[in-house]
């Protein structure tokens, strides 16, 4: 069974930025598409962003122009760099594959409050 493990979370003040990582524990995801995924309480899981196999990303509009995904095969790592936060942006946020083909991790919770 493959383990997605997130980490990189963590408490900043609006405006401020983070950068998580997903390692997954075995080789292999290298040919999928990975995604970003976050739940705020209350509400569903939604998918922020995703990148190809080949590099190429979506963006959830909420995040455009302020997060960016990344990957780095060799060692089965995606990143999401997430700049000039806001407090809607505060939920525990997971790694998967897009579309979503593994068990969810334990996350890792990014809360932008002043």
């Known amino acids: 069974q493959v383990q997605l493990v997130e980490s990189g979370g963590g408490l900043v003040q609006p405006g401020g930025s983070l950068r998580l990582s997903c390692a997954a524990s075995?080789?292999?995801?290298?040919?999928?598409?990975m995604g970003w995924y976050r739940q705020a309480p209350g509400k569903q899981r939604e998918l922020v962003a995703a990148?190809?196999?080949?590099?190429?990303?979506n963006y959830a509009d909420s995040v455009k122009d302020r997060f960016t995904i990344s990957r780095e095969n060799a060692k089965n790592t995606v990143y999401l760099q997430m700049n000039n936060l806001k407090p809607e942006d505060t939920a525990v946020y997971y790694c998967?594959?897009?579309?979503?083909?593994?068990?969810w991790g334990q996350g890792t919770q990014v809360t932008v409050s002043s």
């Open positions: 998967n594959t897009n579309p979503v083909r593994s068990e």
């Open positions: 075995r080789s292999g995801f290298n040919i999928y598409t």
């Open positions: 990148i190809s196999r080949g590099g190429s990303t």
